[in-house]
């Protein structure tokens, strides 16, 4: 105990020693603690607000009524956040700006996908395929003489529609036929190769029914053939009896997205992920910025073949001065690959015409005057056209023997 307070009291003494006089020297400097400082901002700063999940029109009227300016950065599929409110807003809520400096926002694009067709597929399969798409599903029940029992005869949306996220479509369920007879068989023909509905119809004169049971593409065989079939040919099947087949979808399709108004880069990502190739072209615009996709030659939403090719139209502003420096290559011009994040300051016009005026004049060769054969002079034959170089005398280059020892 003795040792411990004689440590601890030398230590006390010197922080008290040292306490003293620091405080004695703040009360003397007059120095402020620091939560007394006051902040004053700029004139023109402008503190954030939250705008998130706020509709797109809102959250720009308030931003822009604040002097910022706004940029939709992209639209993204978003299962919960309904179609056009704000998903993020960069730099967050709380920030201080300055009026005109800018604000980017994500905007929600909801979610929605394509129906695609079922019919004469099974009730199982063709509900598992629209719930896991987002879609819900009911179901109603029709006797069918070509459909098979179990299988899918109709759907309440057409094939390719676009549904937004919980949609319900129905599905209209076949019975079969009623006047069917199972003591009497029925013999199986080859159907491979064969058109499905074709099939169909020589199967229905049987009593007997196709049933799609699985799909593939095959870009080799024509959409709706036949690939395979689980009973072979030539056996005999009660009536009644359904025949799962395998059906070519042909070539491999997609739907083109909607490119109107974005920048080339932004729509050559949406094309190039769709599995499409972009092709652009340019052309003055006074109403679209520079880069911004005018029109495409393929609608939006319509279902072509993968790798298909994608015609845009892209401006160059209201008016441009191109300097040739020889034959145009037939080729599109290149994309600028303005970000829509960055701002690009395009030049006054009377920049661009004095740019214009200095630029070096590309002036066509003359072409060389060509003499009437009267006026060309004859050249003549036995002399020679130039005159002969004088032989050059042979030089010998002459050697000094080197003395024993070098100077120095």
């Known amino acids: 105990m003795n040792s411990i307070l004689k440590i601890f009291i030398p230590v006390l003494f010197c922080m008290v020693c040292c306490a003293v006089p620091l405080g004695i020297w703040l009360k003397a400097s007059g120095s402020e603690p620091l939560h007394n400082v006051s902040y004053v901002p700029d004139e023109d700063a402008v503190l954030l607000p939250e705008v998130l999940y706020l509709p797109k029109e809102e959250a720009v009227s308030q931003l822009t009524a604040l002097g910022l300016r706004v940029i939709e950065k992209e639209k993204i599929h978003h299962t919960v956040i309904p179609e056009n409110q704000i ?64 299988a899918v005869m109709a759907q309440s949306v057409p094939a390719d529609t676009r549904l937004s996220l919980g949609s319900q479509v129905v599905l209209t ?12 068989y029925e013999q199986v023909g080859n159907y491979i190769g064969m058109d499905f509905e074709e099939a169909k119809a020589q199967l229905s004169e049987l009593y007997l029914y196709a049933l799609q049971a699985d799909t593939v593409y095959d870009p080799d065989i024509p959409n709706g053939t036949i690939i395979s079939q689980d009973i072979p040919a030539g056996s005999a099947v009660p009536q009644g009896t359904s025949i799962q087949m395998r059906i070519s979808l042909g070539q491999v399709t997609v739907h083109v997205p909607d490119c109107s108004g974005k920048t080339v880069s932004e729509a050559r990502k949406l ?30 939403d319509l279902s072509v073949a993968k790798g298909s090719r994608v015609w845009l139209t892209a401006s160059v502003g209201a008016s441009s001065y191109v300097i040739s420096t020889g034959g145009w290559s037939g080729n599109p011009l290149p994309s600028f690959n303005i970000s829509s994040e960055s701002e690009t300051e395009l030049l006054p016009d009377e920049e661009l015409a004095d740019l214009f005026d200095t630029a070096p004049e590309i002036i066509d060769p003359e072409e060389p005057e060509i003499l009437p054969p009267e006026f060309v002079p004859e050249l003549p034959t036995d002399e020679p056209l130039t005159e002969p170089v004088p032989e050059q005398p042979e030089i010998v280059p002459e050697y000094v023997e080197a003395p024993e020892t070098a100077p120095f």
């Open 87 to 150: 998903l993020t807003q960069s730099p967050p809520a709380g920030t201080v700006l300055k009026s005109g400096d800018t604000v980017m926002l994500t905007v929600s694009d909801g979610w929605s996908d394509y129906v695609p067709s079922l019919l004469d597929m099974p009730k199982e399969k063709a509900s598992e395929k629209l719930i896991s798409l987002g879609f819900s599903v009911e179901y109603q029940e029709s006797s069918s003489e070509t459909v098979a029992p179990g």
């Open 173 to 184: 369920i076949s019975a079969g036929r009623e006047n069917t007879d199972v003591t009497v």
């Open 271 to 300: 094309l190039e992920d769709a599995g499409l190739v972009c092709m652009v072209v340019y052309t003055a615009s006074g109403d679209y910025p520079l880069d911004a996709v005018i029109s495409q030659d393929t609608p939006a």
